[in-house]
């Protein structure tokens, strides 16, 4: 009997481990390990957010689902790796800390045959003064809506805004990233049109005067260097439209920003002309950088050997091209294909854990030295793809021993579907409806924009909110393993 | 109020583009948006299924 350990229950690991132990059966264990006892469909804590939905409707208990599958669930969060085992047994193993089932603060051992580190970010607020509280969580200057409970507390925050401006007080939102290193663009966009449609319903928009700030080069970047779409006869740019959708909501903006400090309503930055400035604000939302989870690992001596498994930033090495190299020779064929550790073949990662060689957008600079460009985005869909890909090669590996084939899921050669909202109401909601393909531009294949245009393509209008909507109901019915869940796609 | 005055704003918005009335309307016309809705799901079942 082998045992397969995933850490993390997100889009990547709760993918990996239901997929794992549906082609496993009993005959093999498969091990969860997440210090969340709740699912959390991500997507939608955007309308948390803005009061659209309760944390209830995007949240479940993980136990029960665990239970039915036959999942071993550890409410636990990995601290360290040993891929050698220690001192007397050549078992590899994690180490846990538990934070729930009666066991708070208790570490265990857990030993494996195969382990998955699907972690996803961990949510670095701290890397930017004021951003932070100092002690890994958010401050009290800027509201987050990472997390179902940063966005109920954030929708909360919002109301009084509103309720501010009705009695006629002018009121300054500001919306977009809190580092210069931040991905996760997408999520803001979201936001601060889900904002500007509610303050419109509420009739409050016009004393409310709302901001996008970004470290973007250009208005619809969003990390993948943006993305040419063909529309009526033209091929264009993602940035026409962000920036027609930004000015026909009179949203101004400011791009190319590292905000590199908070203070109780203001917002300091430094763009990439060099110049600083500052941003006052009543309310503000701004993505935190994501870092990995923070594991160290350890050699069978007991050495860290920490840096030989991950980044600087925490994601773990896989199968990519990680040698640093000009903007001008990156390669499609530098992204991972397998997301097998190199060191440790019985590691994966996927996800967001993942390293990736390098960003998708182009690398910039200010003047200064800072480095001002998203880091690249793993969406939803390449998560879920990547992690039943993983799931695939380990179920593989254990059925036909070490020399089985294993399974590929380059994001150079897959393509994205992802639907943005821009505001939500049954006949009155809008979202941008997108598809790319493929994720991570190929300039050998497809000269000029990077993408097949055939497939890439952007449109906004209701219809997009409806797609929103459905599949808010339908991952979330996939993730509960109800009737036909291996049916819905990732 | 037309969006057309959003042009006047900054100088940002002034080289941008805003949708018509007409476009606008779409944008929300039930109608439209149901064929659309049935056109957008059929281009990512295509996307999804060559990524798969
Ligand atoms: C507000 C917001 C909106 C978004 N909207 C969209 C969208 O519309 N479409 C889209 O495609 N993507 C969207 N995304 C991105 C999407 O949520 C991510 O791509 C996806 O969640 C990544 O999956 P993951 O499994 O890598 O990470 P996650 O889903 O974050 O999962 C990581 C898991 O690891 C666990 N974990 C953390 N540390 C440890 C540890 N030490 N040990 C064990 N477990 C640990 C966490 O608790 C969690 O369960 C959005 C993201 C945000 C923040």
């Known amino acids: 009997m082998a045992r397969l350990v995933v850490l993390g229950a997100g889009v990547a690991g709760h993918t990996t481990a239901t997929f794992a132990k549906k082609w496993l059966g009993n005959g093999h264990e498969v091990v969860v390990v997440t210090p969340n006892s709740l699912w959390n469909w991500i997507p939608s804590n955007i309308w948390v957010g803005v009061g659209g939905m309760s944390k209830e409707d995007v949240v479940f208990p993980l136990a029960p689902v665990y239970q039915k599958a036959g999942i071993d669930f550890r409410q636990a969060k990995a601290v360290s790796i040993h891929p050698e085992g220690k001192d007397g047994s050549d078992t590899p193993y994690v180490t846990v800390e538990y934070t729930g089932q009666n066991k708070e603060g208790q570490t265990e051992e857990i030993t494996y045959d195969y382990l998955v580190n699907a972690t996803g970010p961990k949510l670095n607020f701290d890397a930017t003064p004021g951003l932070g509280n100092g002690e890994g969580g958010i401050g009290s200057n800027t509201v987050s809506v990472c997390t179902a409970d940063h966005a109920v507390h954030a929708s909360q925050e919002l109301k009084q805004v509103f309720e501010k401006a009705k009695r006629g007080e002018r009121q300054k939102i500001l919306v977009g990233t809190g580092h210069g290193m931040c991905t996760c663009q997408g999520a803001a966009f979201e936001y601060i049109h889900n904002i500007h449609h509610e303050a419109e319903k509420a009739g409050v928009r016009d004393n409310v005067d709302i901001k996008w700030i970004s470290n973007e080069a250009f208005l619809g970047d969003f990390g993948m260097g943006g993305m040419h779409m063909k529309v009526n006869g033209y091929v264009v740019s993602s940035r026409i439209f962000a920036e027609s959708l930004y000015t026909e909501r009179n949203i101004p903006w400011i791009i190319g920003a590292h905000v590199n400090k908070i203070e109780e309503g203001k917002a300091h930055y430094e763009l990439l002309d060099g110049s600083t400035g500052e941003e006052e604000f009543d309310f503000a939302m701004l993505i935190p950088p994501f870092a990995g989870a923070g594991m160290k690992a350890y050699d069978k001596a007991g050495e860290d050997i920490t840096s030989k498994i991950f980044n600087p930033g925490g994601f773990m090495f896989v199968d990519g091209d990680y040698a640093p190299k000009p903007y001008d020779e990156w390669k499609a064929a530098d992204w991972p294909r397998t997301y097998q550790n190199r060191d440790y073949k019985n590691i994966f990662a996927a996800g967001i854990a993942f390293a990736p060689p390098h960003i998708i957008s182009k690398p910039a600079k200010s003047p200064n030295g800072t480095p001002i460009n998203p880091t690249p985005p793993r969406t939803g869909m390449p998560s879920g793809i990547i992690g039943k890909a993983v799931a695939h090669s380990i179920v593989d590996l254990i059925k036909n021993g070490s020399s089985a084939h294993l399974h590929e899921a380059s994001m150079a050669e897959m393509g994205a579907a992802c639907v943005a909202s821009a505001g939500k109401g049954l006949t009155g909601g809008q979202a941008a409806a997108m598809t790319i393909y493929p994720v991570v531009p190929d300039f050998d294949k497809y000269p000029g924009t990077g993408r097949d245009t055939e497939y890439t393509f952007g449109e906004i209008g209701l219809a997009g909110h409806w797609i929103k909507h459905i599949l808010h109901h339908l991952f979330i019915w996939k993730a509960k393993l109800k009737p036909g869940w291996t049916l819905i796609p990732e | ?52």
């Open chain 2, 1 to 52: 109020m037309s969006v057309e005055e959003n042009f006047a704003k900054n100088s940002e918005f002034n080289l941008s583009m805003v949708p018509s009335k007409f476009a606008s309307f779409m944008r929300t016309c039930v109608i439209w948006q149901f064929i659309r809705f049935v056109a957008i799901n059929l281009k990512m079942i295509i996307v999804v299924r060559k990524s798969h």
